[in-house]
């Protein structure tokens, strides 16, 4: 496994650096996010999805569970947060293992039923702007 650290000092820069990963994705794709509430996990994704072209503002699946978006890929952008403990088929393989990029935040959550082959990145607020991804 290997292991990158990036600090942040702004919400844009969190953003830039998920655009930056977006642009690099050239198909199916999963990326599990963890860290506590405030951490940057939306904001990053917000990132990602400008890197994948997609238009339409991306906020925070919590109460949905799951949005997708259409772009260069398609984006299902999954919140797992209220999944915690929830034993069942979930019916999330088909955009985990699917044709797009799947983004999921509080993956701890639902680790388990995840496949180990994916970029993994953890967030901590280091200060009031700065994060440590
Ligand atoms: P999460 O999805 O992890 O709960 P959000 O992305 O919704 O977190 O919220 C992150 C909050 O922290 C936002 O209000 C954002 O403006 C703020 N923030 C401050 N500095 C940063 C940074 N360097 N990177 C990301 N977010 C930051
Ligand atoms: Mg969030």
């Not at 198909?27 to 990602?48: D, H, M, R, Y």
């Amino acid at each position: 496994m290997k292991e990158l650290r990036v600090v942040t000092y702004a919400p844009d820069q969190t953003r830039a650096l998920g655009k930056k990963l977006g642009s690099l994705i050239d198909g199916s794709f999963l990326i599990t996010l963890s860290g506590e509430l405030g951490a940057g996990k939306t904001t990053f994704t917000q990132g990602l999805a400008r890197g994948l072209e997609i238009t339409r503002n991306v906020t925070s699946p919590t109460f949905t569970l799951m949005k997708s978006y259409k772009g260069r890929l398609p984006l299902y952008h999954i919140d797992a947060y209220r999944l915690e403990d929830i034993d069942q088929d979930l019916g999330f393989e088909e955009y985990v293992d699917g044709d797009g990029v799947c983004v999921i935040e509080w993956s701890n959550f639902i680790e388990d039923v995840l496949p180990e082959e994916r970029l993994s990145i953890n967030l901590t607020i280091s200060d009031d702007d700065s994060r440590m991804l």
